[in-house]
T-cell receptor
């Protein structure tokens, strides 16, 4: 059974710091991996999606990496800002197309202090 | 303005009552999903539907029911059989076969049992 774990559960950093969020999964047979952002009491917004054949994806100050063999992904946030404060969730997709489903980690709640 | 809407934002239910959560999308997406989120936990899949008039149970379907009579709508009923319904409920949709394999999420409904 696929399990997704995110460590740490919470993180507080000063503004401007570079930081890394971690995600691990138990079964390397994934179709893709996504990182989402969730603001308090809101829905999820997709940040980055990495296909199983890819090693990393970048969007602005965000860079996500994927190492399927070790069952790990990291989300790197450069030059953090108070507006980055949110909960970040990773999810792996098992199965492809319409029959695939997402398995979510518990999330890391990030606070960036001005 | 395309997107997913969920209503109501907050819902209070007395024990023994059934309640229905609304989810509507105007993205012309084929697949729709219902997730449950509890504090400190990731999202768990309740039900999903790939096409109209068809739906499948997710990982925690007991005590819930759904219908998919229209492409745009995927309501979730939380029945009195659900032992611990207090949670944050998120609806999502996905374009089946689309090049972007991303689920788009609504803003959520917070259900509290009194």
């Amino acid at each position: 059974k696929q399990e997704v774990t995110q460590i740490p559960a919470a993180l507080s950093v000063p503004e401007g710091e570079n930081l890394v969020l971690n995600c691990s999964f138990t079964d390397s047979a994934i179709y893709n991996l996504q990182w989402f952002r969730q603001d308090p009491g809101k829905g999820l917004t997709s940040l980055l999606l990495i296909q199983s054949s890819q090693r990393e994806q970048t969007s602005g100050r965000l860079n996500a990496s994927l190492d399927k063999s070790s069952g790990r992904s990291t989300l790197y946030i450069a030059a953090s800002q108070p507006g980055d404060s949110a909960t970040y969730l990773c999810a792996v997709k098992i199965g492809s197309g319409n029959t695939g489903k997402l398995i979510f980690g518990q999330g890391t709640t990030l606070q960036v202090k001005p | 303005d395309g997107g997913i809407t969920q209503s109501p934002k907050y819902l209070f239910r007395k024990e023994g009552q059934n309640v229905t959560l609304s989810c509507e999308q105007n993205l012309n997406h084929d697949a729709m999903y219902w997730y449950r989120q509890d504090p400190g936990q990731g999202l768990r899949l309740i039900y999903y539907s790939q096409i109209v008039n068809d739906f499948q149970k997710g990982d925690i379907a007991e005590g819930y029911s759904v219908s998919r009579e229209k492409k745009e709508s995927f309501p979730l009923t939380v029945t009195s059989a659900q032992k611990n319904p207090t949670a944050f409920y998120l609806c999502a949709s996905r374009l089946a076969g689309g090049s972007t394999d991303t689920q788009y999420f609504g803003p959520g409904t917070r259900l509290t049992v009194l």
